[in-house]
């Protein structure tokens, strides 16, 4: 039992001490039909974080295991701290500009997140915005892919991201999200104003209710024969045309 180099915490001591420290994880891998004392005190301590808690065969534990001994539990931990929403929308404030952050619905690929905040620091976007469940958190592959980016962007994680995009409307934001049915394409869209940019998962896009909740969609125009771009790709382009109409570059 011992805390791995991969901000993966594994036995069921040691994840219950890190939940105590009120350590950042992610989710914890509990072995299907586990139900010692210690594994339910486990979940229990989780629910009252709101911890995700992924129930998976103990072959699973087995492969991802690094220490050989993990007692039917591990946990995946943050490899950095999050931030709240109210701290990304106070460093626009701070900077005395018009917020600009991203709503990431559902981006499970590591690479993909990696490589969006990458672009987000680039472009000066203030934050992003994931939410808890069904979506991948700041691992160390994050952080590697992210090319040293994962220091400066302000990542929140949210319960709920439609009550999150109410909030953001109250503050004055727009929330245009990306979309293959969008009614305009990206670069005849408005993005001089407060925004936030809603970039769907890799397979699904946004979801539902979540592309109901958008002010406008905007869609990339494409003439190629695949049929659409990977998310961080997607994203890329976005951020770089609010970055070129909020900085007056090229003819509007």
């Known amino acids: 039992m011992k805390e791995v180099a991969n901000n993966q915490v594994e036995g069921r ?3 219950i001490e890190a939940l105590k420290s009120h350590r950042e994880i992610d989710k914890i891998l509990v072995a299907k039909g ?3 004392g210690s594994i339910q005190k486990i979940i229990a301590m989780a629910k009252d974080r709101g911890i995700l808690v992924q129930y998976v065969e103990r072959q699973k534990l087995n492969e991802v295991s690094e220490s050989d001994n993990h007692q039917g539990v591990i946990a995946i931990a943050a490899a950095y701290k999050y931030s709240d929403l109210e701290d990304i929308l106070e460093t626009a404030k701070a900077r005395g500009e ?4 991203l709503l990431l619905d559902e ?9 969006i905040m990458r672009t987000a620091d680039a472009v000066g976007a203030h934050g992003i915005i994931i939410p808890k469940r069904r979506s991948v958190g700041l691992t160390a592959t994050v952080a590697k892919t ?6 400066y962007v302000p990542v929140a994680k949210v319960s709920n991201i439609a009550q999150t995009i109410d909030k953001l409307k109250e503050e004055g934001l727009w929330i ?11 670069f005849d869209a408005d993005f001089t104003s407060a925004i936030a940019l809603v970039i769907g998962s890799e397979g699904k896009g946004i979801s539902r209710l979540i592309r109901e909740k958008c002010d406008f969609l905007v869609t990339i125009p494409m003439v190629g024969k695949v049929a659409s771009l990977n998310a961080s790709v997607a994203a890329a382009t976005l951020m770089y045309e609010v970055f070129r109409q909020r900085n007056n570059y090229g003819c509007k």
Not at 107 to 115: A, E, K, R
């Open 176 to 186: 245009a999200g990306a979309d293959l049915g969008g009614e305009s394409q990206h």
């Open 13 to 15: 001591n040691p994840v």
């Open 146 to 151: 992210s090319a040293g980016a994962i220091e």
């Open 98 to 101: 018009k917020p600009f952050v």
């Open 34 to 36: 586990a139900k010692e």
């Open 107 to 115: 981006i499970t690929d590591p690479h993909n997140l990696g490589s």
